[in-house]
């Protein structure tokens, strides 16, 4: 089982792809959903209602509760099941079209790959950043189509890191440290804005991410680095100190 089954409580007796929204489940069905009702006293929550999967990645959505272990969603009308005591791995749930980025390492030793959302490139000798995120395209007023806002996909992602960007550049500008020192901030939606990362790439939020039980601080830690494209930033300052070096100046 590459995946995860879901169950919600109805009283319709027909399925609707509309029922995902409805129940916030839509993030986890990559190809078409695969559905199973189920009657009243013989479901996770004793309710009657429907149990749901990505059909291309779990083969069949019957209850089995003697072979299962059904978890309730956290935020979530709902119930996450799968395999008892073998919950699938993160990387097993990539979706089919992924954005590119970068893999890092989970603790497990499984890698994953988190999107750029933010890309820096080098433009007459001087490094800019670009958003990296699918942008809808709009026309200006000479009637040219150019980019615009990051999609609905992906904007709640890129909002959030924006605003992590603002509070590490607030923080940094009003600290009363050292050159050199290192910055501490708090961001509060810092746990959301890694988990929608990976969210991006793969049919996983908060409650497969925490039953997969891989997710820690050095994981999220990497996931920001990525998102930020921090590795070419860094190897850009990198090369430029040598070459200031090698100059005659001091870096």
Not at 35 to 47: D, M, N, T, V
Not at 87 to 98: C, D, F, M, N, V
Not at 117 to 128: F, G, K, N, T, V
Not at 145 to 161: D, E, G, H, K
């Amino acid at each position: 089982m590459n995946g995860f089954l879901y169950f919600f409580d109805s009283e319709k007796k027909m399925f609707d792809t509309t029922d995902l929204d409805r129940v916030g489940l839509r993030y986890a069905i990559d190809s078409q959903p695969r559905a199973q009702i189920l009657r009243e006293g013989a479901s996770p929550s004793g309710s009657a209602g429907w149990i749901v999967c990505d059909a291309e990645a779990v083969e069949s959505a019957r209850y089995q509760p003697d072979s299962q272990t059904w978890t309730q969603m956290v935020g979530k009308p709902g119930w996450i099941g799968h395999g008892k005591d073998n919950p699938p791995h993160l990387a097993t749930l990539g979706r089919s079209k992924q954005l590119p980025g970068q893999p890092i390492t989970l603790c497990d030793g499984s890698r994953i790959l988190v999107p750029i959302a933010r890309r820096w490139s080098e433009h007459a000798d001087r490094l800019l950043w670009s958003i990296a995120l699918p942008q809808a395209l709009r026309r200006d007023d000479e009637g040219r189509w150019v980019p615009s806002a990051v999609t609905a996909r992906y904007r709640n992602l890129w909002q959030m890191l924006t605003g992590y960007i603002d509070a590490a550049e607030l923080a940094i500008q009003t600290a009363d440290a050292a050159d050199g020192a290192s910055v501490f901030f708090a961001y509060e939606p810092i746990n959301e804005l890694a988990i929608a990362a990976i969210t991006a790439n793969y049919r996983a939020a908060a409650d497969e991410v925490e039953i997969c039980g891989v997710y820690d601080i050095q994981m999220r830690d990497n996931i920001i680095a990525v998102l930020k494209d921090d590795a070419t930033r860094e190897a850009w300052v990198k090369k430029k100190a040598r070459d200031l070096i090698a100059g005659g100046g001091t870096s």
